[in-house]
């Protein structure tokens, strides 16, 4: 233990890269912290809240409309990426890969701009995963979400895939792909 003034206490556990796992008494906050940047990798609030900037986390929306043919899977590609913790996105491949074991949470949400089917899947390292069905026979487009949780390994990749009933586009305007960690 070594004592930072009067308020803060701090263990210090060893070699070149130093990890300090740090309580400030003022606060009421504990704080794990990188020892050669300094940076702060978690912090548990007084009130038992945790904040971790670093666990990985990525969203994106489409750029532009992509043309589907009926009842073709089609890969969703040309992404804008809002957030990227973790550096997972691999916009080369259109594909997300975790940077670390554990439990996902993966949120997608498409709309086309036909009526009938439209279905969307989830690939888990190239092979057919989860699916998710809309079908509206109405006078409108269809359009749906799709929340999905995962256990990956470090380095398995997810990729979005859509396919439609009638020839037309997915939208760009409301096609989003997320994925946080939770566990």
């Given at each position: 233990?070594?004592?930072?003034?009067?308020?803060?206490?701090?263990?210090?556990?060893?070699?070149?890269?130093?990890?300090?796992?740090?309580?400030?008494?003022?606060?009421?906050?504990?704080?794990?912290?990188?020892?050669?940047?300094?940076?702060?990798?978690?912090?548990?609030?007084?009130?038992?809240?945790?904040?971790?900037?670093?666990?990985?986390?990525?969203?994106?929306?489409?750029?532009?409309?992509?043309?589907?043919?009926?009842?073709?899977?089609?890969?969703?590609?040309?992404?804008?990426?809002?957030?990227?913790v973790g550096n997972?996105?691999?916009?080369?491949?259109?594909?997300?890969?975790?940077?670390?074991?554990?439990?996902?949470?993966?949120?997608?949400?498409?709309?086309?701009?036909?009526?009938?089917?439209?279905?969307?899947?989830?690939?888990?390292?190239?092979?057919?995963?989860?699916?998710?069905?809309?079908?509206?026979?109405?006078?409108?487009?269809?359009?749906?979400?799709?929340?999905?949780?995962?256990?990956?390994?470090?380095?398995?990749?997810?990729?979005?895939?859509?396919?439609?009933?009638?020839?037309?586009?997915?939208?760009?305007?409301?096609?989003?792909?997320?994925?946080?960690?939770?566990?």
């Amino acid at each position: 233990f070594k004592l930072n003034g009067t308020t803060t206490a701090s263990i210090e556990v060893g070699g070149g890269n130093n990890l300090y796992l740090t309580a400030n008494n003022a606060a009421g906050n504990i704080y794990l912290r990188n020892g050669s940047s300094a940076q702060t990798n978690m912090t548990i609030d007084s009130s038992g809240r945790v904040t971790m900037p670093y666990q990985p986390f990525f969203s994106a929306y489409k750029s532009g409309n992509q043309a589907l043919s009926a009842h073709t899977p089609t890969k969703i590609t040309s992404w804008s990426v809002m957030y990227n913790v973790g550096n997972g996105w691999d916009a080369a491949n259109n594909k997300w890969t975790a940077p670390t074991a554990g439990y996902y949470l993966i949120h997608v949400c498409a709309q086309s701009n036909v009526l009938g089917g439209l279905h969307v899947r989830l690939d888990v390292n190239g092979a057919n995963g989860w699916n998710g069905d809309s079908y509206l026979d109405g006078g409108d487009v269809a359009g749906m979400n799709n929340t999905y949780f995962a256990n990956l390994a470090a380095n398995d990749y997810v990729e979005f895939y859509c396919y439609i009933t009638t020839a037309g586009n997915i939208n760009a305007n409301r096609t989003r792909f997320s994925v946080v960690k939770c566990a």
